[in-house]
């Protein structure tokens, strides 16, 4: 389990190369939700996304060595971005190998700063071709499977924490479960009294299904959020979330892509899906809390372009 001094450690060695992030109370959306509301503003990060402190941290542990035979991940969007941005900016050379279904403008931006693209027809072949070139010899970025990215992506928490004023709930997305395991360690740490709930979409359920069948398994991948598609979980963070978290909520892809609609008109936050699914899991705490929830979010991320928001606000229909 990641402690509270290991995500203090990365806080003082990322400081300078990431942003520590706004928290602002939400009128908008306590109005919206009829309980205060705070929002932690990760899509200001650099890169758009929380993942900026997990790739940071971890290029900056690495030997000369690793730093010689350069890095590699697998990302559906934001850790490739991430990885991709810091490595140019430490000189290290990446490759990420994303999923044909990853966004185009993911695709772009991971290109745009220098790092090598490898696609697959999925994101549970772009990590069977990790491995392959961990094989032969390049560094692996685990975009959660790692105790240096849960410590980094544990900062979130961190600053939320000293940052915000009276929380009850706090709600983060999950993917492979890296931020959720840092970001409830640190709360677990600095106000334990704070509930932890997980947001997840239907069609990229890892981590329910993991706390379903009692550890990780690999799951049917189909929602459009591909950024909280990961194939599984690890063991690491299964542990972290089984442990710390509250409950894994699940909502459909419909209500997500609401949700960065209702992020938009009442926060005034351009935010992607992945953020999105924080709206409709807010209400059901609000539900099962009632009048005396204090909420916090976690909007982890803003990489999706008019286009996308458009096309399934198209798909999906009126909210």
């Not at 090598?116 to 491995?131: C, H, I, K, N, Q």
Request: aromatic content about 2%.
């Amino acid at each position: 389990m990641i402690g509270i001094s290991a995500i203090e450690t990365a806080a003082r060695r990322i400081a300078g190369h990431v942003v520590h992030t706004p928290t602002v109370p939400s009128p908008g959306l306590s109005e919206l939700l009829g309980v205060p509301v705070t929002a932690k503003l990760e899509q200001l990060q650099r890169t758009g996304s929380f993942k900026a402190r997990g790739a940071t941290l971890k290029l900056l542990s690495l030997s000369e060595a690793e730093r010689a035979a350069g890095v590699v991940a697998a990302s559906g969007g934001n850790h490739g971005i991430a990885l991709a941005v810091m490595a140019a900016a430490l000189d290290v050379k990446a490759t990420v190998v994303m999923p044909r279904t990853a966004p185009a403008r993911s695709l772009a931006l991971v290109e745009e700063a220098g790092a090598s693209v490898r696609l697959t027809d999925g994101m549970g072949s772009a990590f069977e071709l990790v491995e392959t070139l961990r094989d032969e010899g390049l560094t692996l970025v685990h975009p959660f499977d790692d105790p240096v990215v849960i410590a980094a992506q544990g900062t979130v928490g961190l600053e939320f924490a000293e940052d915000a004023g009276e929380l009850t709930d706090v709600i983060v997305s999950i993917g492979g479960g890296g931020l959720i395991s840092g970001v409830a360690a640190a709360l677990r740490a600095r106000r334990p009294d704070v509930r932890v709930w997980g947001v997840e979409t239907e069609g990229a359920q890892a981590m329910s299904e993991a706390l379903a069948a009692g550890g990780p398994v690999p799951v049917a991948l189909s929602s459009v959020v591909t950024p909280l598609s990961a194939p599984s979980v690890s063991p690491l963070t299964y542990e972290h979330v089984s442990a710390l978290v509250t409950e894994v909520l699940v909502v459909p892809d419909r209500e997500a892509v609401g949700g960065c609609l209702d992020l938009a008109e009442h926060a005034k936050v351009w935010a992607e899906p992945a953020a999105g699914c924080l709206l409709p899991a807010a209400r059901r705490v609000r539900e099962r809390v009632g009048d005396g929830a204090r909420i916090g979010l976690v909007v982890c991320g803003g990489n999706t372009t008019r286009e996308d928001l458009m096309a399934w606000t198209e798909r999906f229909g009126p909210r």
